[in-house]
C-alpha cells in the first residue's frame, strides 16, 4: 500500500481491489483490512484507490455539483432546506448557514443536500433525514436528478464494502462477527451533499470553507475536484495539520464520531477542515455521508455498555451547528 508524502506525516493511500476481487488471495485480503484498521485507528482518514467507482460517474457527479451552484440565487432559493418536508433536511443549504467551529464566523461554503428518495405519503416522511428530496425545476431529470441518484447508489454500496473491510478489522477478543456493521446501512440516513466553495478575495483567519470539526455519522466518502486544494486533518501526536492533497481517481475516507462511539474509539474520528481559497478558483466536491440506520441502538462493540441511538445522536449535532435552519429539526 502506498503513501502520499506530506511534511512528516502522511494519510495513507490504500488499493482495496484485492478484497473486491473474487480470486484474491487470503493474505491479499487481510493486508487491505490491516492496512484499512492501521489509517482508522491511526488517523481516521485514507486515500482510498482500486475502489471500481468510474471517471465517467464520478466526473458526473461534480458537473452536477457545478450546474446546480451556476443557477440563478432566485431558483436556488426555491429549493432551501427550509421548504423540506418537516425535518427531512433537504435542498439548499446558502453560504454562512453552519458553524462547526465556536468562535469563528459561519462557513464559506454553499451546499445542495439530497437523501434516500422517501414519497411524501411514507408514513416517515417528515421526520429526521426522511422525505423527498427538492429538486431545481431548470435542470431536467436527465442531467441532474437521475445522474445523482445513480451515483448515490453507487456510494452505498462502496460503503457497504467499507463496512465489510472495517469488521473484519476489529479486534479478535471482541468477538465480532464479520456481518456486524451490516444492519448499520440498511436502509440509511445517507446525506450527500453537492459542496461549492466560492474564492475569498483576501484570507480570513476567523473564516472557513469549512471550520474544524469531526463528521457526525458512521463513513465519509469524499469526492475533491482535481486541482484544487483545502482539506486539512489534526494529527494529535505532532498537533499539526495535514493537507490532504487531490488524488488522481482516489476518495478520501473518513471515520465519523457514530463509528467512534459503537467502535468504543478504537476507530478514530478525526478533525478536520477547509482552507477557503484566494483568489478566482472555485471548488466543488461530493461528499458521501453514511449517517446510519436512524432507529438503530449501537452498543459499544468492546462489551463496555454505551449505548446510542443513531438518529438522536445526529440529530442533536445538527441543531448545535446549523444555527437558525438548526431549529426546524428541534
Known amino acids: 500500500m502506498g503513501s502520499l508524502p506530506v511534511g512528516n506525516e502522511t494519510i495513507p493511500t490504500i488499493d482495496i481491489s484485492p478484497f473486491l476481487a473474487e480470486n484474491a488471495s487470503e493474505q491479499a485480503v487481510n493486508e487491505v483490512v490491516d492496512s484499512v484498521r492501521h489509517a482508522c485507528t491511526t488517523y481516521g482518514f485514507f486515500q482510498l484507490v482500486g475502489h471500481g467507482v468510474s471517471d465517467e460517474e464520478r466526473d ?4 452536477c455539483a457545478k450546474r446546480f451552484f451556476e443557477l440563478p440565487v432566485e431558483e436556488k432559493m426555491e429549493v432551501q432546506i427550509k421548504h423540506s418536508m418537516g425535518k427531512s433536511f433537504r435542498g439548499y443549504e446558502p453560504p454562512g448557514i453552519q458553524t462547526h467551529q465556536k468562535g469563528l464566523k ?40 437521475t445522474p445523482i441518484m445513480n451515483y448515490q447508489a453507487t456510494m452505498l454500496a462502496l460503503v457497504k464494502t467499507l463496512l465489510k473491510i472495517l469488521a473484519r478489522g476489529l479486534p479478535g477478543d471482541w468477538g465480532c462477527s464479520p456481518d456486524v456493521l451490516d444492519e448499520f446501512a440498511e436502509n440509511p440516513s445517507m446525506p450527500m451533499r453537492l459542496l461549492h466553495y466560492a474564492p475569498q478575495p483576501v484570507r480570513d483567519e476567523s473564516q472557513f470553507g469549512v471550520g474544524d470539526h469531526t463528521d457526525f455519522g458512521g463513513i465519509t466518502v469524499l469526492l475533491q475536484q482535481e486541482g484544487t486544494a483545502g482539506l486539512e486533518v489534526w494529527y494529535p501526536p505532532t498537533e499539526t495539520w495535514i493537507p490532504v492533497p487531490v488524488q488522481h481517481g482516489g476518495y478520501v475516507i473518513n471515520m465519523g464520531d457514530m463509528m467512534q462511539k459503537w467502535t468504543a474509539g478504537y476507530y478514530r474520528s478525526a478533525r478536520h477542515r477547509v482552507i477557503s481559497s484566494v483568489g478566482d478558483k472555485h471548488r466543488y466536491s461530493v461528499p458521501f455521508f453514511l449517517n446510519g440506520k436512524l432507529k438503530l441502538n449501537c452498543k459499544t462493540l468492546d462489551g463496555s455498555g454505551e449505548e446510542t441511538v443513531v438518529g438522536e445522536h445526529i440529530r442533536q449535532r445538527l441543531i448545535e451547528t446549523m444555527g437558525e435552519s438548526g431549529k426546524m429539526l428541534k
Open 60 to 63: 458526473g457527479i461534480l458537473e
Open 106 to 145: 459561519a462557513d464559506t461554503k454553499e451546499a445542495f443536500i439530497v437523501g434516500a428518495e422517501i414519497p411524501k405519503d411514507d408514513p416517515e416522511a417528515g421526520t429526521f433525514s426522511t422525505g423527498p428530496n427538492l429538486w431545481p425545476k431548470s435542470l431536467p431529470s436527465e442531467i441532474f436528478r
